[in-house]
């Protein structure tokens, strides 16, 4: 008797295969793996690998998963990547003047230190990679990698599956570190689509301070809309944890090539009186997915999760997010902006937790949406679920088109109609860029931004 088994199912199979091919010596001797930790990572890898062979790739019939179309992905076979070398004048484009001195690269999701500079910080914190960590953090790495909540979710099981190394960050107790931290996480493109998993682990103990960029582009190119790219697939996961009265000022941009495929997820366990904040910002990709969960583990805490998204063309973009109140006094703010043009889908997924002992939180979620055309489409679903009585939470959701009214006053003051219009859309997405800690940065988005109005 023939047994027939769901696409999904087999789909996932080749993937978690591919996953496991990484699983060898990538990097040189001194920044590998001791052999206490290689055992170590092997039966995390063993876990995870079990849990995916129980799951199948979501489909549409999930709630999670509905408006979100992975086909187009599936008609795809992704293999292991192979080893590149690249060279410094390679990754100049993506370069931050400000932070040239604290830059950990990761190519295709393997450590290259040929590339990477941390002299300015080395000092004051820990930034490498799993290989480098001291002996006094890798007796305690345990008690963070792949420990975060929702750890068995299909995408996070994979990469933790093929889980070979991590970009690492961290921050000793009382440390405040003023210089941000960038983590550049370079794609490389084939002719043969190929699965790229990366993985980031931010420990953040109590009392310290420090700011992460983390940075996703494509090798040699440098803008997500140059045509003829080839498809590859992105599964990242971040996972941060901020101790006690800790904090982190988190930016995520992804900048994938405009055939890619970026599946990502974003692990925040927040402590007693910590602070937490996300500037996400998502304009590469021909579909990208952002998992962003926060758990609160302590009483006290603020939370600002702020994100951008622009979509041309056919792009999709989902963004599901996740803030799970366990503890009273908790604030927490959130503004998502996502300017929709074409026939470009956009989607939002927000949802705030609020336990019966989270009593006097404060929450406010809102999300607007700017829609350029009649074929562009946008789903969007703001949710709180409270079960506290005495809180203070709002949330709400926004689609338009630009003011007609708003158009006319500045073409009145003698612009044309779509440097009128092209005003509007810059003030629009300003709102969100301006949060990021480094001018240069700015000054990179905001010309994205314009490039594709």
């Known amino acids: 008797m ?13 993937l978690l295969e591919e996953s ?18 290689a055992a170590w990572l092997q039966q995390v890898r063993d876990r995870a690998a079990a849990w995916v062979r129980e799951l199948s790739i979501p489909t549409k019939k999930d709630e ?14 992704f293999q292991a990547p192979t080893l590149v070398d690249l060279d410094a004048l390679n990754i100049a484009p993506f370069i931050l003047p400000e932070v ?49 909540p929702g750890s068995e979710e299909v995408f996070t099981c994979l990469n933790t599956a093929g889980l070979t190394d991590a970009a690492v960050v961290w921050l000793p107790k009382n440390q405040v570190l003023e210089k941000p931290i960038h983590l550049l996480f370079i794609a490389t493109e084939t002719e043969i689509p190929i699965l790229t998993q990366r993985r980031c682990l931010v420990v953040a103990e109590s009392n310290s301070s420090g700011k992460i960029i983390e940075h996703c582009v494509t090798a040699e190119v440098i803008c997500p809309e140059a045509p003829n790219s080839h498809p590859y697939l992105t599964n990242t996961v971040t996972e941060i944890w901020v101790e006690e009265n800790a904090e982190i000022d988190h930016t995520r941009v992804q900048r994938d090539a405009g ?19 996300c500037n996400a910002i998502n304009l590469g990709g021909r579909l990208s997915r952002h998992n962003l969960e926060v758990v609160q583990m302590g009483e006290g805490t603020e939370t600002n ?24 006094n908790s604030v927490t703010d959130q503004l998502y902006k996502c300017i929709v ?8 997924n927000g949802k705030i937790y609020v336990s019966q002992t989270a009593q006097l939180t404060n929450a406010a979620q809102l999300n607007r949406n700017l829609l350029l055309s009649s074929g562009g489409r946008v789903d969007t679903k703001p949710q709180l679920e409270i079960i506290a009585d005495n809180v203070q939470c709002s949330h709400g959701a926004t689609v ?13 003051r003698g612009l044309s109609q779509e440097a009128s219009r092209n005003l509007l859309i810059d003030a629009f997405a300003a709102e969100i860029l301006n949060k990021l800690p480094l001018p240069s940065l700015q000054r990179i988005l905001k010309q994205c931004v314009a490039c594709k109005i």
């Not at 043009?341 to 939002?348: G, L, N, R, V, Y």
Request: charged share 20%.
């Open 20 to 37: 496991c091919k990484k699983v060898s010596p990538a990097i040189a001797s001194d920044f590998s793996l001791d052999v206490k930790m």
């Open 64 to 77: 999670e998963w509905r408006f979100t179309n992975l086909s187009s992905m599936m008609k795809l076979s």
């Open 341 to 348: 043009d074409d026939k470009a889908h956009s989607i939002f």
């Open 305 to 328: 999760l702020y994100g951008l998204a622009f979509l041309r063309n056919e792009q999709e973009i989902d963004t599901h997010s996740s803030i799970t109140l366990n503890y009273p």
């Open 400 to 412: 338009s088109q630009l003011d007609d009214d708003e158009v006319f006053y500045l073409q009145s």
């Open 2 to 14: 023939q047994i027939s088994v769901k696409p999904e199912i087999f789909y996932l199979d080749k």
């Open 100 to 148: 040239a001195d604290s830059r950990l690269v990761f190519v295709n999701g393997v450590f290259a230190p040929q590339l990477s500079e941390v002299k300015g910080i080395e000092n004051q914190v820990f930034v490498g990679n799993l290989g480098q960590l001291p002996e006094e953090y890798q007796k305690r790495v345990g008690n963070y990698l792949a420990q975060q």
């Open 259 to 277: 055939a890619a495929f970026h599946i990502g997820k974003t692990a925040i366990a927040q402590a007693k009186n910590s602070r937490y904040t």
